[in-house]
């Protein structure tokens, strides 16, 4: 059965930083594309960014509005993704999902509020 | 950016009738592989997003065949024959072949 996992999400205040983590199983982690997705009430899904395979150049892709303050990264010998958030906003706070790439798959999303 | 847009936003029907739901991108989805990333998602109340038609009309695994994909060019559209009461949720068309990766705005399917 594939499973995503999502954890590390919390409540911080604006200017502070958050890693989540992505734990995948039941399919062959270290060949996949990942998306990290967010959502909010407000503004529905948003994507946030996209790692591609090591064997690929596991280079990231990132939305123009976390550009610069997220950084995604992988390790394929725990089967796990990241997202290290930093300078977090107001606006920042969702749900926040990992995703294959091709959207087959989707964690149950890990919460990340930011306010003062 | 490729903005996606749906319609109805809203559409409340009668359980065993069919819906259709909308979504026209602003320019064409096509990748330069020559394939069009357009999938269409379910989210029920309370759950993550989930996979119910890819590159613009084929079933994911397990999807019941009374979901439909179909559209060419901007237009593309998902279709329930007959709608069940687990068909309630929120559903997205969305674009991957173009960053940044974008989403219409969702079209909530309520029963009446």
């Known amino acids: 059965e594939v499973q995503l996992v999502e954890s590390g999400g919390g409540f911080v205040k604006p200017g502070e930083s958050l890693r989540l983590s992505c734990k995948a199983s039941g399919f062959t982690f270290v060949n996949a594309w990942m998306n990290w997705v967010r959502q909010t009430p407000g503004k529905g899904l948003e994507w946030v960014g996209r790692i591609k395979s090591e064997a690929d150049g596991g280079t990231a892709d990132y939305a123009s509005s976390v550009r610069g303050r997220f950084t995604m990264s992988r390790d394929d010998s725990k089967n796990t993704l990241y997202l290290q958030m930093s300078s977090l906003q107001t606006e920042d706070t969702a749900v926040y999902y990992c995703?294959?790439?091709?959207?087959?798959?989707w964690g149950q999303g890990a919460l990340v509020t930011v306010s003062s | 950016d490729i903005v996606l847009t749906q319609t109805p936003l809203s559409s409340p029907v009668t359980l065993g009738q069919p819906a259709s739901i909308s979504c026209r991108s602003s320019q064409s989805p096509v990748n330069s592989d020559g394939n069009t990333y357009l999938s269409w998602l379910q989210q029920r109340p309370g759950q993550p997003p989930r996979l119910l038609i890819y590159?613009?009309?084929n079933r994911f695994s397990g999807v019941p065949d009374r979901f439909t994909g179909s559209g060419a060019g901007t237009d593309f559209t998902l279709k329930i024959t007959r709608v069940e009461p687990e068909d309630v949720g929120v559903y997205y068309c969305?674009?991957?072949?173009?960053?940044?990766?974008?989403f219409g705005q969702g079209t909530k399917l309520e029963i009446k």
């Open positions: 969305a674009q991957a072949t173009q960053f940044p990766y974008t």
């Open positions: 995703a294959t790439a091709s959207s087959t798959y």
């Open positions: 590159k613009v009309s």
